[in-house]
């Protein structure tokens, strides 16, 4: 067993670690968030320069070929400096799912123009009553001579109003409950019948609910083809790959939680030191001490669960559901625990909005909440086990 | 040994219920369901408090001499369950369970005729300066200083965390009049008008992006010695006795319960894949483990009631409430962040402002839940933090 990184990731580690620390002070950061945009196009263009975008994308397409380990590299420093760019959407959510699922046409348009900073991507795939049970998934794309006919409602769509373009996952054929008949669609966010209602988020970010009232789109807005996505192989196909795409997406979350647990651990070790009451540091205080004791260990098994998942993932795409689970309960958890902890430690402080500790804490709340909670990954976990 | 509660308390129950639904207005309900924090929008919180004033029901806790109702513990207790129960927003608590409390105990005959009325009528609206930049936990260490000057206090330094000073038009404050001795000694209690000229405020604006507290600054304030209540340089028993008071006549377990019904309400609205959140039998699990700890708070709180109305002090045990009263509001909000799941990301702090004209981007029942999971943090931090409380028991009850 070898955990250390390799060359190459260490200069990855570093430059994003230098990123952070350059171009996202905490007041900067609260800024962008306020903004209409809610991130920095120069940022975005900066990541773009560095190659962040087209980590795990294959060579072919413009990709610099990396594993989900790099991923993880990269979303742990940026998790340290806030990350409020349309990166996990573009990259993971859609860029990953044209790689898995689209035709070589679709792969070579847009992975290029993703890796370029050209294009930003959402997926809309999220609706009332669905709460990560994809199958559960009920908007309708009623085929015609041309193409298909889009009416329904998804919610939630995570950087929606950054993206040039959008994936949009409706049902084929079939019916809400049923894991065959998932189809996704390339959409023009301008196109008509399309209306995007978009809000901030609590963590900074943009997300948005998007109806679609008849909106007409032709048969090679298929992600993968008409040909394909109409027959059953196919039609699986969107389904097993919007699975592995949510696998991803909590190693990315996770790397990134990692990344602002340790932050908020040693933010809030060193308020322990420095702020005085009864005459001495609070840190000299046993019971706080043994509750940044816990903090402490709480980071390292994240850490820990966190390494196992990412490697269980490269091994087997296929195998790795139930380390990918266990991930997201190991960080809801720890992610509450380290997060209230800050808080609490910090004393009137920690509730503000001055303080960046706030804002890490809300950052772990919501990570919580996406792609599945500690419940929904608990119950998936028990049916593997 | 009696659980029976007599048949005049069905009654009483039955006319506290017609007097509300009678007097209660749409808006001030509006505020209740969508107050996120114990601190209730105050516009509408202090409309409800004028309709009970008017009833003489603003103060139940008040010994009736001063305009309390003459209510028994239990009376209270169903009057504050029925008052839940109507979404009325809880009353601010600065000017009725604080500063009022310290008048009737400490204050002069003249001070209890100029403050109390104003108080009950909710024509003052009180705010609380305690707490400093250096003095949280350790309060006793405030800084703020009222040096003598003939009549008046020159008052200097600068108060944090003041809920509610912008709405404010009186503050009731410690500050230090002696260096020597023990620091609990030279603490002295002053009652202020927050339009007295060198008073500035500065809003701290919440990590739910809320504006409740703010700073305070003092410079070179001039406030009469006749404001002081008790002695020169003995606040401290002031601030003590104030301590008591709120300890006593606070109740968690009516909230809780009906906090965590809301919960449920929400959980089974809430879809999942066609059923509802509440048909899972790991959220039950943890919906019925809470409905346990807030039974056994309850009658840990009737138990302290019941030596109440035999004549008993509650002590220092009372700290054991505010801990369980407290972590169990934190962990009722958690649960309601696990039933609603996503729907508690979006950012709704204009749709949550009552009369909000807004649009909800997520259904009426996720509105209020992230809100009140943020805002619910402070309950453990102030108040007296559940680490300072739970040092207290160690201390008084366990003699450790
Ligand atoms: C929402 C909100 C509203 C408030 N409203 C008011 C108000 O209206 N008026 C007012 O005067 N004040 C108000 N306060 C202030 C409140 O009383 C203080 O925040 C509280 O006393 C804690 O002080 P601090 O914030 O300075 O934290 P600190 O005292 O610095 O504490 C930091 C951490 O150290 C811990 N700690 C401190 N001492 C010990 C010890 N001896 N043993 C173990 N642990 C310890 C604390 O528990 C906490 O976790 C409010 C606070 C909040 C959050």
Redesign the interface.
């Known amino acids: 067993m070898d955990f250390s990184l390799s060359e190459e990731q260490r200069m990855l580690k570093d430059s994003a670690a230098r990123f952070v620390k350059k171009e996202c002070q905490f007041e900067q950061r609260r800024e962008q968030m306020r903004s209409p945009l809610g991130y920095s196009d120069e940022q975005w263009a900066q990541m773009a320069e560095l190659g962040w975008l087209c980590i795990p994308f294959n060579e072919e397409y413009g990709g610099l070929g990396g594993s989900l380990v790099d991923v993880m590299v990269l979303l742990e420093e940026l998790g340290k400096g806030l990350m409020v760019e349309p990166w996990l959407s573009t990259v993971i959510l859609s860029g990953r799912l044209i790689e898995m699922l689209g035709t070589e046409q679709q792969k070579q348009e847009v992975i290029t123009a993703v890796c370029s900073g050209q294009m930003k991507l959402a997926l809309a795939y ?1 609706e ?6 994809l ?2 998934i009920s908007m309708e794309a009623t085929p015609r001579a041309d193409g298909f006919v889009l009416n329904g409602e998804k ?2 769509v995570l950087s929606a109003q950054a993206a040039d373009q959008l994936l949009v996952v409706a049902r084929t054929s079939g019916k ?2 049923d894991e065959q008949g998932l189809s996704v669609f390339l959409i023009d966010p301008n196109a008509e019948g399309i209306t995007l ?1 978009g ?5 900074g970010y943009r ?1 948005a ?1 998007i109806t679609f009232d008849n909106v007409q789109v032709s048969g090679s807005a298929v992600v993968g083809g008409v040909e394909t996505s109409l027959n059953d192989v196919g039609l699986n196909n969107a389904f097993d790959s919007l699975q592995v795409v949510m696998n991803e997406a909590i190693l990315a979350v996770g790397a990134e939680a990692v990344g602002v647990m340790d932050l908020l651990y040693q933010t809030t070790l060193e308020y322990t030191k420095i702020r ?4 001495v540091p609070i840190g000299k ?1 046993q ?2 001490q043994h509750r940044l004791v816990d903090v402490f260990m709480q980071c390292e098994q994240s850490r820990s669960v966190l390494l196992m998942a990412v490697l269980h993932y490269v091994e087997s795409v296929k195998e790795s559901n139930k380390s990918i689970s266990g991930l997201k309960v190991q960080i809801g958890k720890s992610g ?1 625990q380290v997060g ?1 902890e800050a ?2 430690l910090h ?2 402080m ?5 303080l960046d500790v ?2 890490y ?2 950052r772990l ?2 990570i919580d ?2 792609f599945g ?4 990954h ?2 998936r976990y028990a049916t593997l086990v | 040994m009696d659980l029976t509660i007599g048949l005049k308390y069905h009654e009483f129950r039955e006319q506290i219920q017609k007097f509300i639904r009678e007097n209660i207005t749409d808006d001030i309900r509006e505020a209740g369901r969508l107050a996120t924090s114990v601190f209730a929008e105050p516009k509408r919180a202090m409309a409800w408090q004028k309709i009970l004033y008017k009833q003489g029901w603003a103060a139940p806790h008040w010994p009736k001499q001063f305009g309390g109702t003459g209510w028994d513990v239990v009376e209270r207790s169903i009057f504050a369950q029925e008052c839940l129960k109507a979404n009325a927003p809880p009353l601010i608590p600065m000017s009725l369970l604080m500063c009022g409390p310290c008048i009737i105990g400490y204050g002069t005959e003249e001070q209890k005729a100029e403050y109390l009325p104003k108080i009950l009528s909710g024509q003052d609206f009180w705010c609380q300066g305690y ?1 400093e930049p ?1 003095a ?3 309060l006793a ?1 405030l800084q703020t200083f009222a040096e003598s000057d003939g009549d008046d206090y020159i008052v200097n330094g600068t108060k ?2 003041t809920t509610y000073a912008q709405y404010a038009n009186k503050m009731f404050c410690l500050v230090r009049t002696s260096r020597e001795g023990k620091p609990q000694q030279g603490i002295t209690f002053l009652l202020l008008d927050m339009n007295t000229p060198g008073i500035s405020v500065e809003p ?4 739910d ?1 809320v504006h409740e ?1 703010n700073t305070v600054f003092f410079d070179n304030v001039r406030i009469p010695k006749a404001n002081r209540i008790g002695k020169e340089n003995d606040g401290w028993s002031v601030a003590k006795y104030l301590l008591m008071f709120e300890r006593g006549g606070q109740e968690y377990a009516p909230a809780l319960h009906f906090q965590l019904a809301e919960v449920r309400n929400i959980a089974e609205q ?5 059923t509802s959140v509440w048909q ?1 039998p ?2 039950k699990r943890k919906y019925c483990e809470l409905e346990i700890e807030i039974s056994a708070l309850e009658f840990t709180e009737n138990r302290i009631k019941s030596a109440l109305t035999n004549g008993q002090n509650p002590g220092p045990e009372a700290s054991m409430t505010k801990i369980r009263g407290t972590e169990i509001t934190q962990a009722i909000t ?1 649960l309601a ?2 039933a609603v ?8 702090v204009d749709v949550i402002e009552p009369g909000s004209t807004c ?1 909800s ?1 997520v ?1 009426e029942y996720a509105q209020t839940v ?1 809100p009140k ?2 805002n619910a ?2 309950t ?3 108040g007296g ?3 300072v409380q ?1 040092g207290i028991i160690a201390k008084m009850v366990l003699g450790l």
């Open positions: 999220s009332v009553g669905v709460r990560q049970q199958a559960a919610t939630l809400a409950g209602s809000y901030a988020t609590v963590d997300a609910n005085k009451q009864f005459g205080f019971v706080l509450r209230q808080i609490q004393g009137g920690g509730m503000t909005d001055e706030g804002y804490f809300k709340t919501c909440a996406l909670n500690v419940d929904f608990l119950e | 707490s250096g949280g936990s350790d260490s944090i965390w701290i604006i919440g990590l992006q507290q809430v879809d999942v894949a066609g899972n790991f959220f958690e962040l696990e799941g996503e729907f508690a990301l979006p950012l709704q649009v981007v259904p992230m999971y943020l943090r402070a453990s931090i102030y933090s559940n680490e739970r």
